[in-house]
């Protein structure tokens, strides 16, 4: 299936400090294409499998692919640049989080916003039967408090995407505690996709010190194309410059 407008991966050549980007689940790139741009470094922004077509396309994959995919970017990064930050939204922040645990000293740090602990609610505990009886359920995409934004999204959201959802951030958590990098998290104070008990349940379990929290206090789950956009690119990039300073020569310029 062709890949729907706008849904594209996006990579920039740019400096030797590289930046992995994750979207987010049903999502695609063009949740995060702003952020990307902004950087001016050297940028990584995969389309995830199974995503930015249609659903149907989506059923067919579960978490491995999805983790796989930015594994191979974030090997790819390192072996261009000198030093690599993961980032994400939502599951994407999650992916993050697991490419730090298992990549230790390869990640110099870690940008997550609104990121994804769990599966919420009773139909959670239901999808290992229920994904075999019912196709689809409501999406997603698109919480966003500014008027006029949207995400390219899906607007089903495949059953047994959802269960391998559940199944790898089950998995993460226990994982968590091998987070040792610095930790920008960004979240939402209103978040009509994950609660914040997700991010308390991230911070109180990586092994991380050097840790900042930041509250959204404008914007809904899809932060970067939201209200508060503009505040999660300058931290973020800040965060990366003061880990890496020669960010300051070579994507302040960009970001302006």
Request: glycine share 10%; with cysteine; charged share 20%.
């Amino acid at each position: 299936m062709p890949v729907l407008p706008g849904a594209e991966p996006y990579r920039h050549d740019g400096g030797e400090v590289g930046v992995l980007l994750c979207h987010g689940f049903t999502g695609s790139p063009q949740s995060l294409r702003p952020w990307a741009e902004r950087h001016g470094l050297t940028v990584s922004l995969p389309l995830l499998p199974g995503h930015g077509t249609r659903w149907e396309d989506m059923q067919l994959t579960g978490w491995q692919d999805w983790y796989a995919e930015v594994d191979r970017e974030l090997r790819l990064l390192s072996d261009r640049c000198s030093r690599v930050f993961v980032a994400g939204l939502s599951m994407g922040g999650a992916l993050a989080l697991r490419l730090a645990a298992r990549h230790g000293e390869r990640v110099a740090g870690v940008v997550a916003v609104n990121p994804a602990n769990r599966v919420h609610g009773l139909s959670a505990y239901a999808l290992p039967v229920a994904r075999h009886l019912v196709r689809t359920t409501k999406g997603i995409a698109s919480d966003i408090a500014k008027e006029g934004a949207a995400e390219l999204g899906y607007d089903r959201v495949p059953l047994h995407a959802a269960h391998s959802l559940r199944v790898f951030l089950r998995r993460l958590d226990g994982e968590l505690p091998q987070v040792t990098q610095p930790l920008l998290l960004l979240r939402s104070a209103q978040d009509h996709v994950v609660p914040a008990a997700d991010s308390a349940r991230v911070l109180s379990r990586v092994s991380s010190t050097d840790v900042t929290e930041l509250v959204l206090e404008h914007s809904y789950h899809v932060a970067t194309l939201d209200e508060d956009a503009d505040r999660v690119f300058e931290e973020s990039l800040a965060f990366i410059g003061r880990l890496a300073p020669s960010v300051g020569k070579e994507g302040t310029a960009a970001v302006g």
